[in-house]
């Protein structure tokens, strides 16, 4: 072999190499982002967050968030903060979780009467029973598409507590818990792997023109769209009705389980900054 084709045989190798590694290589891990002018995040200066929910394809008008806890299906409109870093209050400028404080309002539980009439019921979520205060979900949004769950104090942003919230249903209907947990249930064991339970998108909105300097290059804020879709999920019926207490015939036949689901659409910013996924 001379010197010509020896050269090309180690050309050769040296390109399947490159491919081979272009192969196996991981894929980019995505990152939240965020932004701020003239004043930038920092501990001493953190970035309040606010969300409220918004439609999406198949959930149209103000209550836009279903979930489903055994027989019920709960329709609600929802709000979200981040007031304090404990909270999920912004520092960075990447990251692989988002932090929120997300509160489920004007709930109504569907009921059907005869053929082709629906309503709802009044529907109360986490309210303590001794403060009469709503205690907010927190919800943790990895990169990587799976969440944790609880309600409670934290002191830091990627914390969860292990308190469980609620949703009582009219005056003594059922009283439903939502415990603290993972979703989905796999990514406590496997947290790097890809999962949907949230999926990221990003959206821009025109700002005022005297603020448009802060918004470089367009003068638009980057927004973060998420879009729920927990599956799987831990419940079960504290009491009420749906246990046989006081009205009805009979308990429900099934009174916990595994098969919850949230399904919504949550946008969430920063007030004069902004806030998306890359």
């Avoid at 448009?212 to 504290?238: D, S, T, V």
């Amino acid at each position: 072999m001379d010197r010509g084709e020896m050269r090309r045989v180690r050309m050769t190798l040296g390109l399947a190499l490159i491919c081979a590694m272009a192969l196996t290589a991981p894929a980019m891990a995505h990152n939240f982002t965020a932004s701020r002018l003239p004043k930038a995040l920092s501990e001493e200066l953190p970035g309040k967050t606010k969300g409220f929910s918004v439609e999406s394809e198949k959930l149209t008008g103000e209550r836009n968030q279903q979930l489903k806890f055994g027989g019920f299906e709960i329709l609600c409109a929802a709000k979200a903060h981040a007031n304090t870093i404990g909270e999920g209050a912004v520092t960075w400028a990447t990251s692989t979780t988002f932090s929120t404080e997300v509160v489920f309002t004007k709930c109504l539980t569907v009921v059907h009467f005869g053929g082709n009439v629906t309503g709802g019921l009044p529907t109360r979520f986490s309210v303590n029973l001794e403060t009469h205060k709503v205690e907010p979900l927190k919800i943790v949004y990895h990169q990587n598409g799976f969440t944790e769950i609880g309600t409670g104090e934290t002191e830091g942003e990627v914390e969860i507590a292990p308190g469980a919230a609620s949703f009582g249903i009219a005056p003594k209907i059922c009283q439903i818990e939502w415990p603290a947990q993972t979703v989905p249930i796999g990514a406590i064991k496997k947290p790097e792997a890809e999962y949907s339970a949230a999926k990221f998108s990003n959206k821009f909105v025109p700002v005022e023109e005297k603020l448009q300097k802060n918004f470089p290059p367009k003068g638009e804020q980057e927004r973060l769209l998420i879009a729920n879709a927990f599956k799987g999920m831990e419940w079960r019926f504290l009491g009420g009705q749906c246990l046989g207490e006081g009205g009805f015939e009979q308990e429900a036949k099934k009174t916990e389980g595994k098969t919850a689901s949230y399904t919504g659409t949550l946008e969430e910013l920063i007030p004069g900054g902004n806030l998306g996924f890359e």
